[in-house]
Nanobody, 121 residues
Framework: QVQVVESGGGLVQPGGSLRLSCAAS????????IGWFRQAPGKEREGVSC????????DYADSVKGRFTISRDNAKNTVFLQMNSLKPEDTAVYYC??????????????WGKGTLVIVSS
């Protein structure tokens, strides 16, 4: 079965860093795009970043550009989200999602259960 599982969340002070992992099983990252999304209490879910299945191209929300970096290790079938210079506004449950194809579109069919990131002093 196609499945993704997030890990790496936790409590961090403003200005700190965290590295989230999205472990994929049941499929190869060679053929699936992986996106990171987040949802804070009282807010709608928003896209954070995406990595292509074809050329490894990346995309970022304006709010995280220059601070977050998405990458993949196809040998380990894992996608990472390196988060630096974290702000309280980054506090949210972070989800990874997968879709067959080269890019992250709407209605991605495979979702993880999320990992909580809290940025607070």
């Amino acid at each position: 079965q196609v499945q993704v599982v997030e890990s790496g969340g936790g409590l961090v002070q403003p200005g700190g860093s965290l590295r989230l992992s999205c472990a994929a099983s049941g499929f190869s990252l060679d053929y699936y795009a992986i996106g990171w999304f987040r949802q804070a209490p009282g807010k709608e879910r928003e896209g954070v970043s995406c990595i292509s299945s074809s050329d490894g191209g990346t995309d970022y929300a304006d709010s995280v550009k220059g601070r977050f970096t998405i990458s993949r290790d196809n040998a380990k079938n894992t996608v990472f989200l390196q988060m630096n210079s974290l702000k309280p506004e980054d506090t949210a449950v972070y989800y990874c999602a997968a879709d067959y194809g080269s890019s992250c579109g709407h209605g991605m069919p495979y979702w993880g259960k999320g990992t909580l990131v809290i940025v607070s002093s």
